[in-house]
Each structure stands twice: as C-alpha cells, then as structure tokens.
C-alpha cells in the first residue's frame, strides 16, 4: 500500500495540430485514412473483456459515401445488458478498492497513447464514421478527449483534498467512494470526445460501467474501447454494448442495481429515460444520479454596435462547422435592422466561398450530414421554409444524397420570431435570422429568452459594454454557456465546463470536477481521541 500523497501531473490543453501541406501528422492521417476505408471490420460487443458476436448485425456507413461499407457491428439485447451487468457488478469491488492512482494512471497512460500512436487512428475513424473534417476531428476526437483524461485526473485529486475542518480533540474527515451498482453511459454520435468521457469520467472514480455508444458512431467508439484496453483497463470495468435504444435502454433501466445514467442525446429520450427510473424507483436498491445533456436552440444576438465583420465569421462559423450538428451550434440570430444589410452582403459573400464535399479532401470546410434519417429531418425543415410566406432563403436551399448525404448551409430570414425553424431544434446546416427595429430591443430580448424550451448556448454581441451588460443579464437563464463577441461553440475541458439548463439539461458540467462529483459517494468520518467516560452533562447539576 503506498504511503505518500501523490501529485497528478497539472494539466494543460492539448495542443491542435495544423495539418497543413507536408506536415508529418498530415502525412500519416492520410495513410491511415485509406488504410482503415480500406478494411471492413466486424465489431463485438465486450463485455467482461470478452467479445461476443449475436449475429445481430447492423452496417456502419460512410455518410459522404454511403455506398461504401466501414463495417459491421453486433447489436446487444436483453440477454447481453444482463450478461453485462453482472460483469460489471463482479469487477466492481476490486475496481473501488484499487488505489486511486493506479486507477489515474490508466486514464493518464491512454491519454498518452492518443496523444501519439493513436491519435491517427481516432481522427481518422472520426473523419471517415462521422464525415468531420480533419480539423473537427482533430479538435474532439484527438485533442478533447485527451484533455478529459487529463483534467479529470487533476479535478479528483482536487476534489479528495476537500476536508472537513477538526476542533480540538478530534479529527473529522471524509472518503469518496464510488457509487454501488453500476452507471449507464448513452453517447451521441456527433462528438468522440463526449462518447469517450461518459463512460469513462464516472469510471475514473472508481465506478463500473456499462456503454451503449450511438449507433451511427459504433466506429470510432470501438476503437476508444480498444484504446482503454491497450491502456490497461481491467475487464468488466466498462463494458461496450451497442444496440438499439429500447433492446438496451429497456432491460438497464429495469435493474436494481442501477445507480447512474450519464447521458447526451435528445430532450425526449431523457425525458423518457427519467420517467422510467421514476416509475421503477421502489424496486430500486439506490437514487439514480442522473445527468444529462440534451437539444439546444442556440442564439446569436446582436446589438447595433456590434462589429459586423467578426459576427459574420461567428455566425458562419457557428452554424456550419461540422455540417451544424453540434448541440451548440448557432441555430437561430437576432440582429438589428441598423446593420443588417451590411452584414447580410457580407454573410452571403462569405457563405458562397465554402466548400462542401469529402473530408478526406482537406480543402473542404464542410461534408455530409451523419444519416438517411439526419438528411431527411433536415431537409424536411428547408423545404417548409422554401414555401412558407414568411421566410426567404438567403443561402443554400439546395441538397442531394446521391453519393453522401450534403445539405447546402442554409440561411432562412423570417420576420416571424417564432417562426417553426426559429425555435425547433434542427440539428443540422440551416441558421435562421429574424430582424428586429433597433428601439425594439428589449423586446427581441424578450423573444430570444423565452421563445424555445432550451438553454444550452448563445452568444451576444455588442462594442457598447453597458449594452453587453444588459443582455447577459437578461438572458442569464437562456444559455449555460454563453459567449461574449464569439460564436456560441467550441467549449474547451478546463477553460469553459460545459452544461447548459432547461430542457437542455442538468448542467452538470462536463470537463469539470461539478460532473465528477456526481459520480462520488461521499463518507464523513470522526474519530475522537479521547471520549468521555461520564454520560451526564455539567447542565444536569444541582442549583
């Protein structure tokens, strides 16, 4: 047993590879690229460092080649969440009672190795599963999940130094303990970094895990789960069970032994999610702790005094990398007629020169969107504006899935502030402006604040302070991350937790010791040195 307190190393940001022409890294990711497209692998599930394949298999698709086939992947059901549990269940004792640096030096170990041998490999799965240009993926999938492992290593040391003050005759103390039974991970597709922490932040304290990645992004989740092997994650501690949401949602939901749901994906399905634990809850051995990041309707919202130059840059730039399908993507602008026609004659100039297509094409700013249904849903929502009398498309409005699946980013301006695509959430290329008279201020305000049942991102722009002063402080509730004079994206782990609340979430922010504590059960210890031998007090005393 080790006898010395230990210091994590401080952490810093990884720093974002540029890529440009003959550069080494540029070099090795395009190897790597038409090896891995080259391949068709056929992925298991693992559960207790065991793969299993049912034989219930769905395809992996290349969205801006759909034609082309990266693979297969073997769904889990009813009988693998239950092989699953146990797995983790068994694990876990063994897993909590490993001392914490050892545990740490996992997490730490594959942060190295995606730092260097493996961070071809995970770019290069993001690029191809999930059509993000080499930049998008370079940003999440390389440099945000390292920066998970490493911050959050630093965050538990942080919190486990918090102790309890001790008078005169006593020490107090307290433990942080992992939580009983098991946590369930539910991942999105539209960020590795995020399906690489939800199983493994909760982890990092000493849980057990069971991990249903999104089915559209089962690629690159894999090759996370190979790279936590490589880094010496004990078997059972997480356990990779991808399926559809009810064959493996269901059965988890149903187990006594459920003790957490880390979660990112949409507002109904959490809703759900929460619904279900409530109803089960009697039959369950512990409280859930639930934390979820879900849809976001994000703003931009400017002020006459705003510099139009730079907002054009946010706007397009928040809207449209990688394709909108962020969940803090700008999806809905409010700007002042004072400066609208310039910025609208710059916006468009700017919006033109982009270039859409492949992402193995490093010249390309953005590609497909992730799937059929993706394209669809999106699209659906151009078409309403293409006919509808209160809109006007401004840019794009064209589309094709004829060899992947690209939507052209779309510009709708409406004068109605709640026009059907100012306050649904999209998920996808299509940015919608409403322009409002400049001495309507306070009541575009208004709009902006209550128009949609979300509250993840937005951003506000103004050059007169006083004026930034009075819209943060009106749309105080309307975003949990919430930019000055930048674009509503791109939350780094360490500089800006990210979370936001209402039908957006619990807030819990991830990439902070606020998430990790979740997944903490905490035990408060006094130990008195020298007890009283007398149970009566001076008060029982005659007068």
């Known amino acids: 047993m080790s006898n010395a307190y230990f210091k994590v190393p401080a952490p810093i940001n990884e720093p974002v590879l540029s890529y440009k022409p003959g550069s080494p890294e540029k070099d090795t990711l395009k190897k790597k690229i038409l090896q891995m497209k080259s391949e068709n692998l056929d992925i298991p599930i693992i559960i207790g460092g065991k793969e299993i394949r049912t034989g219930n298999i769905a395809e992996m698709r290349i969205p801006h080649e759909h034609l082309h086939i990266l693979g297969t992947y073997h769904q889990a059901g009813d009988a693998e969440v239950k092989l699953a549990i146990d797995a983790a269940l068994k694990a876990g004792k063994e897993w909590a009672e490993m001392p914490w640096e050892h545990r740490i030096s996992i997490f730490l170990k594959a942060a190295e190795l995606l730092?260097?041998?493996?961070?071809?490999?995970?770019?290069?799965?993001?690029?191809?599963?999930?059509?993000?240009?080499?930049?998008?993926?370079?940003?999440?999938?390389?440099?945000?999940?390292?920066?998970?492992?490493?911050?959050?290593?630093?965050?538990?040391?942080?919190?486990?130094?918090?102790?309890?003050?001790?008078?005169?005759?006593?020490?107090?103390?307290?433990?942080?303990?992992?939580?009983?039974?098991?946590?369930?991970?539910?991942?999105?597709?539209?960020?590795?970094?995020?399906?690489?922490?939800?199983?493994?932040?909760?982890?990092?304290?000493?849980?057990?895990?069971?991990?249903?990645?999104?089915?559209?992004?089962?690629?690159?989740?894999?090759h996370i789960m190979k790279l936590l092997q490589e880094a010496g994650l004990p078997d059972g501690v997480i356990n990779f069970i991808p399926g559809s949401g009810s064959k493996v949602g269901n059965p988890v939901m149903a187990s006594a032994d459920l003790a957490g749901i880390h979660f990112t994906g949409s507002t109904s399905v959490f809703q759900n999610m929460w619904k279900?634990?409530?109803?089960?809850?009697?039959?369950?051995?512990?409280?859930?702790?639930?934390?979820?990041?879900?849809?976001?309707?994000?703003?931009?919202?400017?002020?006459?005094?705003?510099?139009?130059?730079?907002?054009?840059?946010?706007?397009?730039?928040?809207?449209?990398?990688?394709?909108?399908?962020?969940?803090s993507a700008a999806s809905r602008m409010y700007i002042p007629k004072s400066i609208w026609q310039e910025f609208k004659e710059k916006y468009v100039a700017e919006v033109s020169k982009i270039k859409i297509g492949s992402p193995e094409d490093f010249t390309n700013f953005m590609s497909a969107v992730i799937d059929k249904s993706a394209y669809e849903s999106i699209t659906d929502y151009v078409k309403f504006a293409e006919k509808s009398p209160e809109a006007e498309i401004i840019t794009g409005g064209k589309f094709s899935d004829e060899k992947g699946y690209f939507i052209e980013p779309a510009t709708i301006v409406t004068a109605n502030p709640?026009?059907?695509?100012?306050?649904?959430?999209?998920?996808?290329?299509?940015?919608?402006?409403?322009?409002?008279?400049?001495?309507?201020?306070?009541?575009?305000?208004?709009?902006?604040?209550?128009?949609?049942?979300?509250?993840?991102?937005?951003?506000?722009?103004?050059?007169?302070?006083?004026?930034?002063?009075?819209?943060?402080?009106?749309?105080?509730?309307?975003?949990?991350?919430?930019?000055?004079?930048?674009?509503?994206?791109?939350?780094?782990?360490?500089?800006?937790?990210?979370?936001?609340?209402?039908?957006?979430?619990?807030?819990?922010?991830?990439?902070?010791?606020?998430?990790l504590m979740k997944w903490m059960s905490v035990r408060t210890m006094k130990e008195t040195f020298d007890p009283p031998k007398d149970w009566r007090y001076p008060f029982m005393e005659g007068e």
């Open 115 to 222: 730092s260097g041998s493996w961070r071809a490999t995970l770019n290069a799965a993001t690029i191809l599963g999930q059509s993000k240009t080499v930049y998008q993926a370079e940003i999440d999938a390389a440099c945000e999940l390292i920066d998970f492992f490493r911050f959050n290593a630093h965050y538990m040391t942080e919190i486990m130094s918090g102790q309890p003050y001790s008078p005169k005759g006593m020490w107090n103390r307290v433990e942080y303990r992992p939580l009983e039974g098991f946590v369930f991970a539910v991942t999105p597709f539209n960020f590795t970094s995020i399906a690489g922490n939800l199983p493994t932040a909760p982890a990092m304290v000493g849980n057990v895990v069971l991990w249903k990645p999104a089915s559209s992004a089962v690629y690159s989740a894999y």
């Open 276 to 327: 279900t634990i409530g109803n089960n809850i009697a039959n369950m051995k512990y409280y859930p702790r639930i934390v979820g990041e879900t849809g976001g309707k994000d703003f931009i919202f400017a002020h006459s005094s705003a510099d139009v130059e730079a907002l054009v840059v946010a706007a397009l730039r928040g809207a449209f990398e990688y394709q909108g399908q962020k969940c």
């Open 418 to 515: 709640k026009f059907k695509t100012m306050v649904e959430e999209i998920f996808g290329p299509v940015l919608t402006i409403y322009v409002y008279d400049d001495n309507k201020f306070d009541e575009a305000l208004e709009l902006c604040d209550t128009s949609t049942q979300y509250a993840l991102t937005g951003a506000i722009w103004a050059q007169e302070r006083e004026m930034l002063v009075k819209m943060a402080d009106k749309l105080k509730n309307a975003a949990g991350n919430f930019y000055f004079n930048d674009k509503p994206t791109a939350a780094v782990v360490g500089q800006q937790p990210f979370g936001g609340g209402r039908a957006s979430g619990t807030n819990d922010k991830a990439g902070s010791a606020m998430n």
